[in-house]
Nanobody, 125 residues
Framework: QVQLAESGGGLVQAGGSLRLSCAAS?????????IGWFRQAPGKEREFVAS????????HYPSSVRGRFTISRDNANNTVSLQMNNLKPEDTAVYYC?????????????????WGQGTQVTVSS
């Protein structure tokens, strides 16, 4: 089993920045995992935001956040972070960290097996 716990959400003005962290636990190694960040705004479906393999490699972003968001991992501390810059009101959502035991890129939420509890990000205009 993999447990994931997000932190770092909050309230920020448009144009500001936040850094989310996802702490992983429950295994001695996470090397076979792909990590994704998703978000869900009220009344909307869960949306892919970023992805990276636990051991590094290419990162992936949708066009809505590319150039503003950066996903990175700290293997020594078993964390994956999401740096969010130039935030916009439309970025307001609950942000979730997720993991799947397959390294292939997937952007569909149903392809991820493990989920954190989510952290609220609110961007005011």
């Amino acid at each position: 089993q993999v447990q994931l716990a997000e932190s770092g959400g909050g309230l920020v003005q448009a144009g500001g920045s936040l850094r989310l962290s996802c702490a992983a636990s429950g295994r001695t190694t996470f090397s076979n995992l792909r990590i994704g960040w998703f978000r869900q705004a009220p009344g909307k479906e869960r949306e892919f935001v970023a992805s990276i393999m636990w051991n590094g490699g290419m990162t992936h972003y949708p066009s809505s956040v590319r150039g503003r968001f950066t996903i990175s991992r700290d293997n020594a501390n078993n964390t994956v972070s999401l740096q969010m810059n130039n935030l916009k009101p439309e970025d307001t959502a609950v942000y979730y960290c997720a993991a799947r035991g397959d390294l292939r890129l997937q952007v569909a939420a149903e392809q991820y097996n493990y989920w954190g509890q989510g952290t609220q990000v609110t961007v005011s205009s």
